[in-house]
T-cell receptor, first 117, second 113 residues
Framework: DTEVTQTPKHLVMGMTNKKSLKCEQH?????MYWYKQKAKKPPELMFV???????INESVPSRFSPECPNSSLLNLHLHALQPEDSALYLC????????????????FGEGSWLTVV | AQSVTQLDSHVSVSEGTPVLLRCNYS??????LFWYVQHPNKGLQLLLK??????LVKGINGFEAEFKKSETSFHLTKPSAHMSDAAEYFC???????????FGKGTRLSVIA
């Protein structure tokens, strides 16, 4: 079973709201990722968690706050977003964050469509 | 440093004809290479991956890709296109070490009835 589950599928929020995106996997993967994808563009990496610790933050604004409560769950807390943050947010996981020698495959969820109004 | 170039932003084929989506890569090490497909309003689905075993890799839905080190290419092919193949396709490279995936810009495949 190669499934990454994301909720909600769609979210509309105002610029003063606080909301969260949630992601879950039960594949025993120890690396989890958040990507942001704008229309007609490839996904852009935001954060990488390895063994529940933040290992990569691609200079993401602080209005995005990731959290990894345990090895199966990944959250993205949203606060004071801007309209330009509207995008598809993809969660992904892989066995390990280090791709050395293993062809470490990353599995993606269906994404959460975020609209900031 | 690693990079990926998808040579066509848009490919249009007739149903039942062959599909060729081109990808060239640059990598300092022996790379792992992937093709992902994204149907409209969906997440990314893994089609196939190359990890230094057989150079001809078979994936899902009749797709396959051949790793050619001398040409630094990893082109995706399918003998006969189906309407359901219409989607965005991403070629992706993963290098050794703790580096994230590098995505190509994507190729949009249209299939004409």
């Amino acid at each position: 079973d190669t499934e990454v589950t994301q909720t909600p599928k769609h979210l509309v929020m105002g610029m003063t709201n606080k909301k969260s995106l949630k992601c879950e996997q039960h594949m025993g993967h120890r690396a989890m990722y958040w990507y942001k994808q704008k229309a007609k563009k490839p996904p852009e990496l935001m954060f990488v968690y390895s063994y529940e610790k933040l290992s990569i933050n691609e200079s993401v604004p602080s209005r995005f706050s990731p959290e990894c409560p345990n090895s199966s769950l990944l959250n993205l807390h949203l606060h004071a977003l801007q309209p330009e943050d509207s995008a598809l947010y993809l969660c992904a996981s892989s066995l390990l964050a280090n791709s050395q020698g293993s062809g470490n495959t990353i599995y993606f969820g269906e994404g959460s469509w975020l609209t900031v109004v | 440093a690693q990079s990926v170039t998808q040579l066509d932003s848009h490919v249009s084929v007739s149903e039942g004809t062959p599909v060729l989506l081109r990808c060239n890569y640059s990598s300092s090490y022996s790379p792992s290479l992937f093709w992902y497909v994204q149907h409209p309003n969906k997440g990314l689905q893994l089609l196939l991956k190359y990890t230094s075993a057989a150079t001809l890799v078979k994936g899902i839905n009749g797709f396959e890709a051949e790793f050619k080190k001398s040409e630094t290419s990893f082109h995706l092919t399918k003998p006969s296109a189906h309407m359901s193949d219409a989607a965005e396709y991403f070629c992706v490279v993963s290098d050794l070490g703790n580096t994230p995936l590098v995505f190509g810009k994507g190729t949009r495949l249209s299939v004409i009835a």
